[in-house]
């Protein structure tokens, strides 16, 4: 990962553009010779698309619709140029560049108006770097800015210097996260999506470059910028959503909960962690094989069962299977050296190569992060997932798990594309494949999962790219057990869920420092309930009980609303797949028109009608901003004016959820796994059809 100067852009200007020629047009397509080449633009509804640079690069199928060009009327002085099409307007003055785009005459955006004392604009409008194609754009004085991916810290973007650039983060404490994608948005209006693979620098009103402007640093040969208008954030997710791809629904039994840890060490624990599940009545779908719970660490990852510990591995699924689990077992896209299929892979080309001598790459693993339970890694190959054959190879290769019947994989990794060493088939360097890689991977496992899976396709990945939420669905990784690692995990989800991802999970409870913090793990568990999916995750047991009685009484409860809300959730869900929008809105989402509820960066709307404050702090402390109208308490009816700041005092087994007066919430019977809900269901259908 290439570093960035905080205090000064780190690039050096080859050359500001300047429009040096005349523009032709084939009615919507606008071209014009610059000095760094030739630029077409077009007008698309609501907005512009600008292209510069060499067209022939690999777009992996970021795009699923293209942005249709409009027709247009081109006129041109030796000044300037402008494109009209009805009520959209785009201006352009030559030299150097600048731009303002107008719909019905308002201002969708411009080049930013920030002036330096000895020059026109303090930032070049638009200019090739040695880092790449730099473009700025306007921003008010008090305008926030959402998007650009999991991101951990503030929701609103202004001020803060952002790569779109995926990273083992090894946490939720930094800038750097597993999931990015290079668009961002403005509740004043508009949309700026950069197509592209390659990583992208965002200074959104970062001090240093310039508090007054959202300039994008865009590392590749090609710039492709697309920039539109939306009356709200959510229709400019959705059309966003629209180009790159909707989330398709995910299986019901999906929404159930999910119980992990790093790791089951053999099958004797793994099966009498699944007896104990159902003794303490803990509602729960899916039981994890993670990491070396079933693989051998030092001959992963080749789809084979650790022969010392499952010499049966279809008796353990078929017993798990007997107890009404679903089976995730887990994979990386990683080859060990020490086992045979590196060399089969090698020898077909693959693997991703190493640049220097055309051979398979050898990943180093960094052992810094390696320990008592994360097991040193062998050198390894990566798999090349531009190379048909190795897409094929690897999504055939899942057959035989689906058919021994595990039914989700947790994609893990992907983020270890290295920028300068490695070589893929479709001809691109690591530093462009690196971020598109994850969406491949993501593919690739998904469509294995439609084929073959016997219960629907579902997976979490944890490294994701634009088009990664077509194949739901993706968790975030590695959070610190403690109160701040929960607080960044929500605002790594409400961030990707404003970055056009409805379906999100926390590694509940926190994944490494575990401190057996009851009154965390119940917190966590909890906030939760709330979320598209729920898994129970990290270094050391997260089985309720574990954490104590008074704990697994309150998370069991908790629970056991969970289960009560999937009809709920179900049509959230549903909802979410039609419009792009999270199943968890942040407050700009759900509320655009009350402003000061944007601060509230923690609190959220699970769904249409439930608002939803975790505790994050211990004692029980919560306080939750409610927007105008009346609300009612969740399960107490205990009433509320809205406008204010609440302030609550939570027992153990409470939580501050409240829904607008007049809206009641469908909830579901008491199970402990949805085949008894499904059950329940088709008997109420089979007593309604005749008559009872």
């Known amino acids: ?55 022939q690069s690999p777009d992996y199928g970021i795009l699923l619709n293209q942005p249709e060009p409009l027709a247009c009327v081109l006129e041109q002085s030796a000044e300037t140029l402008s494109l009209s099409a009805g009520s959209l307007h785009l201006e352009i003055n030559k030299a150097p560049f600048s731009f303002c785009l107008t719909l019905n005459g308002k201002v969708v955006q411009r080049t930013p108006n920030d002036g330096h004392f000895v ?50 983060a090894l946490g939720v ?6 999931k990015n994608t290079p668009f961002a948005w403005s509740p004043l209006g508009w949309g700026c999506f950069v197509h592209t693979p390659a990583p992208v620098t965002h200074s959104v009103g970062f001090p240093a470059w310039s508090q007054r402007a959202y300039s994008l640093l865009v590392e590749d040969e090609v710039l492709d910028l697309i920039l539109y208008a939306g009356n709200s954030g959510a229709a400019l997710i959705d059309q966003y959503t629209h180009w790159t791809g909707k989330s398709p629904v995910p299986p019901l039994w999906s929404l159930g909960v999910i ?63 007997a107890q009404d689990f679903k089976v995730c077992v887990w994979e990386y896209p990683l080859v060990s050296v020490n086992n045979p299929l590196f060399e089969k892979m090698a020898q077909k080309g693959w693997l991703l190569k190493d640049k220097r001598t055309g051979l398979a790459f050898r990943y180093q693993w960094d052992m810094s992060a390696f320990g008592e339970v994360l097991t040193p890694l062998p050198e390894s190959g990566i798999v090349d997932f531009t190379h048909p054959d190795a897409f094929e190879f690897w999504l055939e290769s899942h057959k035989p798990l689906f058919d021994l019947g595990v039914d989700m994989i947790k994609a893990d990794f992907g983020e270890q594309v290295e ?11 690591g530093h462009r494949l690196h971020n598109v890689y994850s969406m491949l991977y993501n593919k690739c496992v998904y469509e294995a999962a439609k084929k073959y899976s016997k219960n629907g396709p579902f997976l979490f990945s944890r490294s994701a790219w634009t088009g990664s939420q077509r194949f739901p669905s993706q968790w975030g990784g590695d959070p610190q057990a403690d109160w701040g690692g929960l607080a960044a995990s929500i605002r790594g989800a409400l961030s990707w869920g404003m970055s056009g991802a409805p379906f999100f999970a926390t590694d509940v409870g926190g994944f490494y420092k575990d401190t057996r913090d009851a009154e965390l793990f119940v917190r966590w568990s909890q906030a939760a309930v709330f979320s598209a999916h729920m898994r129970l995750h990290g270094i050391g047991q997260r089985e309720p009980w574990s954490y104590g009685d008074e704990a697994e009484q309150a998370v069991t409860q908790a629970l056991k609303l969970r289960y009560q809300l999937i009809p709920y959730l ?60 009346k609300w009612r308490r969740f399960l107490t009816d205990e009433l509320y004016e809205g406008s204010q700041l609440v302030n609550l005092i ?19 019977p008491e199970v402990e796994h949805t085949e008894q809900l499904i059950a329940l269901n088709a008997h109420q259908d089979k007593n309604a059809q005749n008559g009872n």
């Open 650 to 668: 939570l027992a153990i087994d409470e939580m501050a959820v409240f829904v607008c007066d007049g809206i009641e919430i469908p909830l579901g």
């Open 419 to 429: 920028d300068d060493n490695m070589l893929a088939y479709s001809g691109d360097t």
């Open 119 to 168: 020059r026109q604009y303090r930032l070049p409008p638009f200019a090739l770097t040695d880092k790449g194609w730099l473009f700025s754009l306007d921003l008010a004085h008090d305008e926030p800015v959402y998007g650009l991916g999991e991101k951990w810290s503030g929701l609103n973007k202004r001020g803060q210097l952002l790569r779109s650039y995926n990273f083992d």
């Open 173 to 178: 404490n930094a800038e750097v996260s597993y």
């Open 570 to 629: 179900q049509a959230a869900m549903e909802q979410a797949s039609t419009s792009g929008l999270p199943v968890m809105k942040a407050m700009v989402l759900a509320f655009p028109d009350d402003k000061l509820s944007w601060s509230f960066e923690h609190q959220f709307m699970f769904g249409p009608h439930m608002l939803v404050a975790p505790c994050l702090v211990p004692g029980g402390q919560v306080s939750v901003y409610l927007p105008k109208g």
């Open 1 to 55: 990962m290439s570093s960035l100067d905080l205090a000064t852009p780190n690039w050096n200007l080859i050359s500001q553009l300047h429009i040096t020629g005349s523009a032709s047009s084939d009615g919507a397509q606008v071209s014009v010779e610059t000095s760094q080449g030739l630029l077409n633009v077009c007008l698309i509804d609501g907005g512009m698309r600008i292209r510069m640079g060499d067209q």
């Open 259 to 321: 119980l992990s840890k790093a790791y089951y060490q053999d099958v004797p624990e793994l099966l009498a962690t699944a007896k104990a599940v159902r003794e303490h009545k803990m509602p729960c779908d899916v039981i994890t094989l993670d990491g070396r719970a079933w693989q051998d660490t030092d001959t992963r990852f080749a789809f084979e069962w650790d022969p010392k510990r499952y010499d049966d591995p279809a008796a353990v699924i078929n017993e798990l299977k």
